[in-house]
């Protein structure tokens, strides 16, 4: 199988979200997240069944790799977070003595690490955190040349880059540095309204459109010093992050009239308004920052990668501006994404080899790179199990399946490989009808035992998207990462978030 082909492995870890990827003679082999084999959620450490899963979709052991790249410089990290500390010294000692320890055992040493965990010999590669997140919004894009926007909570010093792909190269034009982070604003933000920091992000975007823009103005004259052209300062004194062991202080609650809300307790009017200033102030930054990207590149198109972009809602607002022709983001946009880019950089950049797309079509694969099971296995499984099961032919299922969601009842959907990025995109999803008013409500609550406001995205025929959304005939949105307004004639009035 390896013949003279080139095996570059990539890998995100021990940050959050760690991550591997296999590309063969620059085509994506294999992609996948620890937490998919471990079950630990967001697990950051060693993607050890991430690579032995990469390696085996391949075809080929650890001596067969040509290259390992690694998504990011432990120095220049180790380097950011002595800094900030002796910055903040001796406010942050505590957090400094819980980091540390950690840092010189598991990370700073990172390529003894790897060739040890690896038992790999060869070359081992460390391009920019941002670098990666460039790399993994432009070279599976469609686009032959674009420019790329990568916002985040913090890489090394850099949590905002910007600047060109073209044809076989990215290359950042323009960063913004720690501790200045839309990221890590949004993440004080999901700290204050009781989300875990990290994960919970997305539940706040799904809480927006409950609240009121209220504290917009506020947010915008304490806590931000917005440019014209998206740069901005955050007021370093609402927040803990560089310190401590929290996201948000005193001030910052002095300022929004209370503290933050208690994890799983009930949700209030404040929660949901603060939520929804946010959001608004978060798409202003972005679209600022892509308006100036645009002016400053002269690019027509928009690759987009980094936590931030995960925000679908900004994402497709940015779209809907028309400040570029179309945008592609990386649907493993977080850190986990990192190691695909890596991978990708290495082989484009380092190597030097060219890059040809049609303009149409991207290179990810619906991100469908992950495992796949076969029939005889899932039988295995289910049988082991003692599990009740019927197996029906494809004619049989689909009819099947569409008559059980016209009864209000929810199907688990698995077919072929896995997702690759935190959405389901129809190899592992949870169905339903979005024509019953209970829906989101039965699948949030009973089903996936979540909050009832957590939104789900909707699947449409691409010739009927205009007919239903504010979109494009025939406009395509395949990876869940924009957003766009159901048409008015066929909106229900919002149901208030039960609470759990
Ligand atoms: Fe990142």
């Not at 790897?114 to 081992?124: D, H, M, R, T, V």
Request: hydrophobic letters at 40%; glycine letters at 8%; aromatic letters at 10%.
């Amino acid at each position: 199988m390896a013949g003279n082909s080139t095996h570059i492995l990539g890998i995100s870890a021990y940050y959050h979200d760690s991550a591997a990827c296999l590309v063969r003679d620059g085509v994506i082999v294999a992609a996948a997240q620890e937490e998919r084999f471990t079950r630990k959620k967001h697990d950051a450490g060693f993607p050890r069944n991430a690579i032995n899963y990469c390696l085996r979709e391949g075809g080929i052991t650890t001596a067969e790799l040509n290259y390992v790249a690694f998504y990011e410089k432990p120095f220049v990290k180790f380097d950011r977070i002595l800094h900030s500390y002796l910055a903040y010294a001796p406010r942050g000692i505590h957090s400094f003595l819980k980091a540390i320890p950690l840092w010189i055992k598991d990370k700073i040493w990172m390529k003894a690490e790897l060739q040890k965990e690896l038992n790999f010999e060869g070359k081992i590669i460390f391009p920019e955190h941002h670098e990666s997140h460039a790399a993994s919004a432009f070279f599976p894009s469609p686009f032959q040349e674009a420019a790329f926007l990568s916002v985040d909570g913090v890489g090394e010093w850099t949590t905002t880059a910007s600047g060109v792909g073209k044809n076989n190269t990215v290359e950042i034009a323009e960063e913004l540095h720690f501790p200045h982070a839309l990221g890590l604003l949004y993440s004080a933000f999901t700290y204050y309204t009781g989300f875990t920091v990290n994960s919970g992000e997305y539940k706040v975007m799904g809480l927006a459109p409950y609240g009121e823009p209220k504290y917009v103005d506020l947010i915008l004259r304490e806590m931000i010093d917005l440019k014209e052209d998206g740069s901005f300062k955050l007021n370093m004194k609402y927040f803990n992050y560089g310190v401590g062991l929290t996201m948000t202080n005193d001030r910052f609650d002095k300022l929004f009239g209370g503290p933050a809300r208690k994890p799983e307790s009930r949700l209030t009017r404040r929660d949901m308004d603060v939520a929804h200033s946010l959001q608004v102030v978060t798409e202003e930054i972005m679209c600022r920052m892509a308006r100036h990207v645009q002016r400053q590149t002269g690019m027509k198109k928009l690759c987009m990668a980094g936590g931030v972009a995960l925000n679908c809602v900004a994402n497709g607002r940015i779209l809907r501006e028309g400040i570029f022709e179309d945008i592609w983001i990386q649907p493993a946009a977080g850190d986990a994404g990192g190691a695909l880019g890596a991978a990708l950089l290495v082989w484009h950049q380092y190597l030097g080899k060219p890059r040809q797309t049609d303009g149409l079509h991207d290179t990810q694969q619906v991100s469908h790179l992950g495992p796949r099971y076969h029939k005889e296995e899932i039988r295995r499984f289910l049988q082991s199990g003692n599990i009740v099961f019927e197996e029906l032919s494809d004619e049989e299922l689909t009819p099947k399946v569409a008559d059980m969601m016209a009864e209000e009842k929810v199907v688990g959907w698995f077919q072929g490989r896995m997702e690759f990025g935190p959405r389901a995109l129809g190899a592992r999803s949870i169905v339903g009808d979005a024509r019953s008013r209970k829906m989101q409500e039965v699948m949030n609550l009973k089903i996936k035992f979540r909050e009832s406001f957590r939104p789900f995205a909707p699947c449409v025929l691409r010739e009927h998207v205009d007919e239903w959304f504010g979109m494009r005939p025939n406009e395509d949105s395949p990876y869940m990462l924009l957003v766009a307004p159901v048409l008015e004639k066929h909106r229900f009035p919002l149901s208030k978030p039960a609470v759990r």
